[in-house]
């Protein structure tokens, strides 16, 4: 029997036997986080000195034998954080469909399918296909999807894997026009379903108004390779912080999302529970208070920084720090930097820069010296990046040449993607952190 998106989950979702298999991967200099004592840099295809991934595990690496710079993930506040979101969700009674494109990381991603995620988001078709590719059965497409040989690819898809659900994204009735025309080039034999996407003003995608919405919707009817599944949007591209001016803007805008559903009720297929989607990671409390009381809706909750959370904005502005009942996540991304130059009395440079940790929501922040001093409280901070370095000021006599820091980093969604392999720590706090695992990601 064909899936639809908003079918019951009958498993975790993804082929555990793939994401398995990457343990066997062969761990050379092609990681830049790679042990030193990783073979030589040789041709790819060389055999010699090769060493899988599950053979390095095996040997019970710890941090010291790892180079700098370094991002590493802590296991323990991995685990904490899938836990709690995945608890919150059951208690709010929405399904939750983390964003994928956080850490494009298909161990992540079974380890929130397992906690009980009822599919994976992604943004576009190539993250799609590093899915699939892994076996995730249920997708939600936070995009519109109008490229004539993607929706060739997805319609061959559907068709050969009746388990396969996809929902994707419309927010113009041109978008309508276009992958209709393209689904029935490809000669499609299963309907596309959609969510009518509603935005805002100054928004990102998305139609501007109930009105629009309503007009797309109808021409989604009138499609015969597509299906009305319900409507969705993003309410985090409307607001930045936690003020009550954005606070009320979010409201403001979720309650014309349920407007938008409630003039489609009657449009909605018979047999299918209609989905409404919205939440990030900054403000999915409101989406539950606002949107949770809809009759016969599928709320979906698509968060994805949660899994790692961050030590910068999302720290300051998460639901569960602002007191939405719930144990706050913890920080489990860590940058490793070594100083490299003490050219200036109160300056150190680091070598670590924007080639390995996040700027655009914040720099990162000096936590610890690698078996020396805390530096969170002091007058240490990073004001600024190059490509290969960090700028450290004022962290005195605290941070000598060949000292190793740990920092804290903001915004997860752009860490991952400057690491292929990222180690898992059993805990960055700990005086010597054991290596537990290595996180591959597909950018």
């Given at each position: 029997?064909?899936?639809?998106?908003?079918?019951?989950?009958?498993?975790?979702?993804?082929?555990?036997?793939?994401?398995?298999?990457?343990?066997?991967?062969?761990?050379?200099?092609?990681?830049?986080?790679?042990?030193?004592?990783?073979?030589?840099?040789?041709?790819?295809?060389?055999?010699?000195?090769?060493?899988?991934?599950?053979?390095?595990?095996?040997?019970?690496?710890?941090?010291?034998?790892?180079?700098?710079?370094?991002?590493?993930?802590?296991?323990?506040?991995?685990?904490?954080?899938?836990?709690?979101?995945?608890?919150?969700?059951?208690?709010?009674?929405?399904?939750?469909?983390?964003?994928?494109?956080?850490?494009?990381?298909?161990?992540?991603?079974?380890?929130?399918?397992?906690?009980?995620?009822?599919?994976?988001?992604?943004?576009?078709?190539?993250?799609?296909?590093?899915?699939?590719?892994?076996?995730?059965?249920?997708?939600?497409?936070?995009?519109?999807?109008?490229?004539?040989?993607?929706?060739?690819?997805?319609?061959?898809?559907?068709?050969?894997?009746?388990?396969?659900a996809l929902v994707s994204w419309v927010d113009s009735t041109e978008s309508v026009r276009l992958m209709d025309g393209?689904?029935?080039?490809?000669?499609?034999?299963?309907?596309?379903?959609?969510?009518?996407?509603?935005?805002?003003?100054?928004?990102?995608?998305?139609?501007?108004?109930?009105?629009?919405?309503?007009?797309?919707?109808?021409?989604?009817?009138?499609?015969?390779?597509?299906?009305?599944?319900?409507?969705?949007?993003?309410?985090?591209?409307?607001?930045?912080?936690?003020?009550?001016?954005?606070?009320?803007?979010?409201?403001?805008?979720?309650?014309?999302?349920?407007?938008?559903?409630?003039?489609?009720?009657?449009?909605?297929?018979?047999?299918?529970?209609?989905?409404?989607?919205?939440?990030?990671?900054?403000?999915?409390?409101?989406?539950?208070?606002?949107?949770?009381?809809?009759?016969?809706?599928?709320?979906?909750?698509?968060?994805?920084?949660?899994?790692?959370?961050?030590?910068?904005?999302?720290?300051?502005?998460?639901?569960?720090?602002?007191?939405?009942?719930?144990?706050?996540?913890?920080?489990?991304?860590?940058?490793?930097?070594?100083?490299?130059?003490?050219?200036?009395?109160?300056?150190?440079?680091?070598?670590?820069?924007?080639?390995?940790?996040?700027?655009?929501?914040?720099?990162?922040?000096?936590?610890?010296?690698?078996?020396?001093?805390?530096?969170?409280?002091?007058?240490?901070?990073?004001?600024?990046?190059?490509?290969?370095?960090?700028?450290?000021?004022?962290?005195?006599?605290?941070?000598?040449?060949?000292?190793?820091?740990?920092?804290?980093?903001?915004?997860?969604?752009?860490?991952?993607?400057?690491?292929?392999?990222?180690?898992?720590?059993?805990?960055?706090?700990?005086?010597?952190?054991?290596?537990?695992?290595?996180?591959?990601?597909?950018?």
């Amino acid at each position: 029997m064909e899936q639809t998106f908003a079918s019951p989950g009958t498993g975790p979702g993804i082929d555990d036997a793939a994401v398995a298999a990457l343990a066997d991967e062969t761990l050379d200099w092609r990681f830049k986080a790679a042990p030193s004592d990783s073979p030589p840099a040789r041709y790819p295809g060389d055999a010699a000195g090769a060493r899988s991934v599950r053979d390095w595990l095996a040997t019970g690496p710890t941090l010291d034998g790892l180079g700098t710079p370094l991002l590493t993930l802590d296991g323990a506040a991995l685990d904490h954080n899938i836990r709690t979101m995945a608890r919150w969700c059951a208690e709010a009674e929405v399904a939750l469909t983390p964003h994928g494109k956080t850490t494009m990381a298909p161990a992540l991603w079974q380890a929130q399918l397992a906690a009980g995620s009822h599919g994976i988001t992604l943004a576009n078709l190539p993250q799609v296909r590093v899915a699939r590719a892994f076996g995730v059965e249920r997708i939600l497409l936070a995009n519109t999807l109008i490229d004539p040989a993607g929706l060739a690819w997805l319609a061959a898809e559907q068709a050969a894997d009746p388990a396969f659900a996809l929902v994707s994204w419309v927010d113009s009735t041109e978008s309508v026009r276009l992958m209709d025309g393209a689904l029935r080039a490809a000669g499609a034999d299963r309907p596309v379903e959609v969510l009518v996407e509603l935005g805002g003003p100054g928004g990102r995608t998305g139609a501007r108004g109930v009105d629009a919405a309503v007009e797309i919707a109808a021409a989604v009817l009138r499609a015969p390779t597509l299906r009305l599944a319900g409507v969705g949007g993003y309410e985090g591209a409307l607001a930045h912080d936690a003020t009550a001016d954005a606070l009320a803007t979010v409201r403001g805008y979720l309650r014309a999302l349920a407007e938008l559903h409630g003039r489609l009720a009657r449009a909605y297929p018979d047999d299918a529970r209609p989905v409404v989607s919205a939440g990030g990671s900054a403000y999915f409390d409101l989406v539950v208070e606002e949107l949770t009381a809809l009759p016969d809706a599928m709320v979906v909750l698509r968060s994805g920084a949660y899994v790692a959370h961050d030590d910068g904005f999302y720290r300051g502005i998460s639901p569960l720090v602002r007191g939405a009942g719930a144990t706050p996540f913890r920080g489990a991304l860590h940058g490793w930097a070594r100083v490299v130059s003490r050219p200036e009395p109160q300056l150190a440079l680091l070598d670590a820069g924007k080639r390995d940790l996040p700027f655009d929501e914040g720099l990162p922040e000096p936590q610890l010296v690698r078996g020396g001093a805390r530096l969170t409280g002091t007058a240490a901070r990073i004001t600024a990046l190059n490509d290969q370095h960090a700028f450290l000021r004022d962290a005195g006599d605290l941070a000598p040449v060949g000292a190793v820091l740990r920092l804290g980093v903001s915004h997860p969604c752009t860490a991952f993607d400057r690491w292929t392999a990222i180690p898992v720590l059993d805990s960055a706090d700990a005086a010597e952190p054991k290596v537990t695992g290595l996180v591959r990601t597909f950018f």
